[in-house]
């Protein structure tokens, strides 16, 4: 049985959503995907280097006119794509981390940009992830849409 690639699901899921959401709104963020985690300091908890830095860069790429007030109410359909650097050696076929956790951050990053109302207007999500090809830039490819 052969196996269908990641990026080709997530090109299937994405024009399915074509057909059942007004227009979609197409971003992406040119940075190495990173899950959230979590450090514990004296009483207080921080986010992880890695993680933090995913979550800056988030922010900065996501901000803009695009972005603010694009979907202010209504049920929301989303995308994500997890576009990984391969390391140099690895046993695994896929990369590490934990989907959720590497939702985490566009998730919070669009909310805080004003790109929703509240992230709990996502009603479906399709996160996928997966190595980068040769040459191609580890990052996270976002497909919005709101239910028509």
């Known amino acids: ?17 074509e057909g059942r959401c007004g227009p979609l709104l197409h ?22 280097k890695l993680y933090a830095a995913f979550q800056a860069q988030c922010v900065k790429q ?6 603010k007030e694009a979907f202010p109410e209504g049920e929301l359909l989303i995308a994500l794509e997890f576009v ?16 959720d956790n590497l939702a985490k951050g566009p998730l919070d990053a669009l909310t805080k940009v004003g ?10 999500a399709y996160p996928t992830k997966r190595y980068a090809r040769p040459g191609e830039v580890a990052g996270v490819n976002i497909v919005i849409g709101r239910l028509k």
């Not at 049985?1 to 959503?17: A, C, H, K, R, Y």
């Not at 790109?115 to 479906?124: E, F, L, N, P, Y």
């Open 84 to 99: 990984c650097t391969r390391p140099k050696t690895s046993k695994r076929e896929w990369p590490r981390g934990d989907i």
């Open 27 to 48: 971003l992406r963020v040119d940075a190495e995907p990173a899950p959230e985690s979590l450090r514990i300091g004296r009483n207080r908890v921080f986010p992880g």
């Open 115 to 124: 790109a929703w109302g509240d992230d709990d207007q996502i009603t479906v």
């Open 62 to 67: 996501l901000a803009g006119p695009r972005t």
């Open 1 to 17: 049985m052969t196996q269908t690639p990641i990026s080709e699901l997530f090109e299937t899921f994405v024009n399915w959503m």
